[in-house]
Every structure is written in C-alpha cells, then in structure tokens.
C-alpha cells in the first residue's frame, strides 16, 4: 500500500509534476527528476513532491540525492505523514525507525478504507484471520467472555472473532476503517488509538489479537507488555507477524518482519508461557508468499506465597 500524491495547490507545478510522471512511466528517470526538480522551484514547500523527488532519484541510483530529498520532506512535515523517514532509513541501509510515524499509518490507513476488504482479501489472498482462529482452536480455546481486536481495520478479524466470543471490542488509529468496521455491526466497542502508544487501561480481555497489525510497528515491546497487563489471569494473545532472521528488520515494503527468537524471548519476559510459534502464509505481495508467523500464547496465572506476614504476588 502506497499513499496516494497530493496537489501542490499550484496548477502549473501541478502540470509538470503530471509530465514528470508521464516521462517515469516511460523509464525516462533522468526527465522525470529535472522536471519535477522545476516544479518545486515554484512550490519548494510541497512536501509531496519532495516525497517522489526522492523515489525518482532512487530509481535512478543517486541514493544521496534521495535521502536529501527525504530529508526535506521530513523537515517541512515533521508528522511523517508519506513515511519518508522509513524510505529514508531503508536507503541509507541502517534502519532507526522503531515503529512507522502514527500520521503515516492513519493516513494510508484513511486513503485504504473503502477498498480494504476486496484489495486485501481477493487481491493479496488474505488469510491472517482464518489461520489465527485455527491456532487459537488447536491451542485450547474455545470462547471468550471479552475480546480486543487490536488494529481491528475494516473488521475482517470481527467477523471470523464474533461468533467465540460474548463481547467483542477493537482498537485502530484509522477512522476510515473504524467507519467501515462499525458499519459491519461487528463489535460492542470501537476504540480510536494509536496501538504502538496504548495508555494503562482498566479493562480486562481473556482474549487480544492482533492480525496483520504488528508489521507496522517494528519494536513490540510496549505493547506486548500492555497486552500483558489488560489480560485477564490465563488470558490469550494471538497476532500474526511477517517472519524475519533478526529480531526487527524494515523491509523495502516499508513493513516490519520479526524473528522467532526475538518474539519467544519477548513474551516469556512479558509472563507468557505456552507460546506457540507456527509459519504461515497469511498473504502475498506481487504473487509471492510472505512468509509469516502465528503466534498463540497464554498468560501464566498468579499464585500467591506468603511470606512471614505479608503476602507476595508472583508468576506460577
């Protein structure tokens, strides 16, 4: 998923930015940043076409060139909302982002909405919700009296969830996809949050998923660790990853892979135990599988021991 361009507001900047495209489609690179270069002589505060300055000048090998243009763009939008840090980072090859600019997803997101389902489902053979519910079935669960669907999106996790499930709630940054999700009648609750920045909550869910969702967050720690905290004693988490050998890498999709150690480790730190780390192909790119993970695991139960005259809380 890319965001889509935006007008630079000037009609003649406008125009060449269109014949700078024209002549990129033909292969003509080279054309196509001296065109666009003159469109910002007369908007040099587009933050677009700064943005496709820099893709132009990666296709056509002038890597530095690209990052400055990134890197303009990233000053006259410090929200990041085209993730020009991202195609920064992946350009200079040493990635610093942790998780993707929250103005970046919401906007991709927002854009996306009205054509999740069929892109995502007939177009990239979708299957994360699918094969989370056959996880979580082999793995002992069986109902929930409360779950969470975070970044529940247009509600296609909703609707595999609904029916296992007494109340069913969902978080995403996106309003457009909560739109869509609230249209479909799905869940009791619909919250609008940015996932990579939960707050403490007071409530309690014996069930959170995560499908497809975690790709765009890169460090998982604070939210395993929330998702630690607001399950309920012997509480599941269940979440859908693309696989990685390291721990963290950004991808050129501008997605974040994981790897099984690092998601292992990451949990049992977080007090989950029964973790089951199953590959998977949730869904393809361009007609290639993404390799992916399924990860389902449980929260250990508290036991307490006392100790001379008070009382300690442990983990079993």
Avoid at 243 to 264: C, N, T
Wanted: with cysteine; proline share 3%; hydrophobic share 45%.
């Amino acid at each position: 998923m890319t965001a889509k361009r935006f007008s630079s507001g000037d009609a003649v900047a406008d125009r060449r930015a269109g014949y700078a495209a024209q002549f990129a489609a033909r292969g003509e690179i080279q054309s196509a940043i001296d065109v666009l270069k003159s469109a910002l002589e007369l908007v040099p505060d587009w933050v677009a076409g700064w943005f496709q300055l820099g893709e132009y000048c990666q296709t056509a090998g002038q890597g530095h060139a690209a990052v400055e243009a990134w890197e303009r763009a990233l000053q006259l939008d410090p929200a990041d909302a085209l993730g020009a840090s991202l195609k920064r980072d992946l350009a200079r090859a040493v990635p610093l982002a942790e998780s993707m600019p929250p103005a970046f997803v919401e906007l991709l997101f927002d854009q996306y909405a009205p054509d999740f389902d069929s892109a995502l489902v007939e177009r990239l053979g979708y299957r994360g919700p699918e094969i989370l519910m056959q996880q979580l079935l082999a793995g002992g669960f069986r109902r929930a009296a409360s779950a969470l669907d975070l970044g529940c999106g247009t509600g296609l996790m909703g609707e595999v969830l609904r029916a296992h499930c007494d109340r069913l709630e969902g978080i995403d940054i996106s309003a457009g996809m909560l739109a869509q999700a609230k249209a479909k009648g799905l869940y009791d609750a619909l919250h609008r949050r940015d996932i990579a920045r939960l707050d403490a909550s007071a409530a309690s869910y014996d069930l959170i998923v995560a499908a497809d969702v975690f790709a765009y967050l890169g460090a998982l720690e604070h939210v395993v660790a929330w998702c630690s905290r607001t399950l309920a004693p012997r509480g599941m988490l269940a979440f859908t990853v693309e696989a990685g050998e390291e721990d963290i890498v950004l991808r050129d999709s501008r997605r974040f892979a994981h790897g099984k150690a690092y998601l292992g480790a990451l949990l049992e730190q977080a007090g989950f135990a029964d973790v089951g780390i199953q590959p998977c192909v949730v869904r393809q790119d361009q007609g290639a599988d993404i390799r992916s993970y399924c990860v389902v695991a449980s929260l250990m139960p508290l036991r307490h021991d006392r100790e001379g005259d008070g009382e300690a809380v442990e983990t079993a």
